[in-house]
């Protein structure tokens, strides 16, 4: 669904702002208590920034891209059709922001196409929270904000978790997207989790190792990229994905790795796998990696190992796996969630 999902407009301009009131139907108050958040937190859940938020099984996280509005953080795929795109956006000012005339401020400033606006006042994550409800009858959107104002403590910030799609697909499934907007949670400072129900999963809580994007695609289930520091001369990536195949050809360009494939075993989440992999160095990039395929329980996973060089080193070893900060990464900072 292309369309741009949040204002430019920052909360410095919310606040000076001398707007005319929008129109904004007001309903009584609401409490969260009726959309547990539980399931969701048990099953695909993703800590990333100090935030965290979760999702039905089968969504997906993407990281924002480099031309998106600056305010937006991350993006929330819906599985199979396309019928909803949500986005998390944050920005924060050196002021108390918050009360009925920020959300119709914001309203005006953000949902100018919509209509049939429905604000109820509620609490998320202990903080003042808004539920913003329209519609965009020409183009068949419906459309969910939540705005959560600060978080204990402070309140010199705004989230801002947006949900667009079908406008009949959006009212039928008003409760989803309520109990994923009462999902998200202020975090403390340097954890990072990527939790999926049924397979491999990660946390990081010393402020290293990050995760970075889901990934989704042909032949892919479940599965993400972290990133963190390398041994002093540049980065090392992590991804793990749940597959469907077997065969390297259906994930890679073969023709940038050495073809022939080499047997090893893969430590990874506090176990031991036969696997099976090939590698590729490119010097010109300087950059390797290393790919593996192994079997847990009668599911294939694809593990990716890749390494960035400040200055790329004059041998590598094809396992690169088995380097010690990778080993102890993949097996320390990973695990299985049943």
């Known amino acids: 669904m292309k369309t741009r999902f949040l204002s430019a407009v920052s909360l410095a301009a919310l606040l000076s702002t001398a707007a005319c009131a929008p129109t904004v139907r007001w309903s009584q ?15 695909n859940m993703l800590v990333f920034a100090q935030r965290r938020m979760a999702l039905p099984e089968g969504w997906s996280f993407q990281y924002r891209k480099p031309t998106d509005a600056k305010p937006i953080l991350l993006w929330m795929r819906e599985s199979g059709a396309d019928n909803v795109t949500g986005a998390y956006a944050y920005e924060s000012v050196k002021a108390s922001v918050g009360g009925a005339l920020a959300v119709e401020r914001l309203v005006e400033l953000k949902m100018k196409s919509f209509s049939d606006i429905v604000a109820e006042r509620t609490e998320i994550d202990h903080s ?43 009212e039928q499934h008003q409760r989803v997207l309520y109990t994923i907007l009462n999902t998200f949670k202020v975090m403390p ?61 259906d994930f890679i360009n073969m023709a940038v790795f050495d073809p022939k494939e080499f047997e090893t075993e893969l430590h990874l989440a506090g176990s031991r796998f036969p696997a099976r992999a090939i590698h590729r160095n490119n010097a010109d990039r300087k950059s390797a990696s290393t790919v ?44 299985f969630c049943d």
Do not use: C
């Open 29 to 43: 108050p609401m409490t969260m208590a009726d959309d547990s958040d539980k399931d969701y937190v048990g099953a």
């Open 128 to 170: 003042e929270a808004y539920i913003v409800r329209g519609k965009n009858d020409a183009r068949r959107w419906g459309r969910i904000d939540g705005w959560v104002f600060g978080h204990p403590g402070e309140g010199t910030e705004l989230s801002q978790i947006t949900f667009l799609g079908d406008k009949t697909y959006v």
């Open 189 to 249: 400072r340097g954890l990072s989790e990527r939790k999926l129900k049924g397979s491999f999963s990660f946390k990081s809580d010393d402020n290293t190792f990050s995760w970075l994007t889901d990934i989704k695609g042909r032949w892919q289930e479940k599965g993400f990229v972290v990133g963190g520091p390398a041994d002093g001369n540049g980065r090392l990536l992590l991804s793990v994905r749940q597959v469907t195949t077997t065969r390297f050809a």
């Open 292 to 335: 593996l395929l192994f079997n847990r329980e009668g599911r294939n996973y694809l593990v990716e190992v890749m390494r960035t060089y400040d200055t790329h080193p004059d041998t590598i070893d094809p396992a690169m796996h088995d380097a010690p900060l990778t080993r102890a990464a993949l097996d320390s900072r990973f695990y």
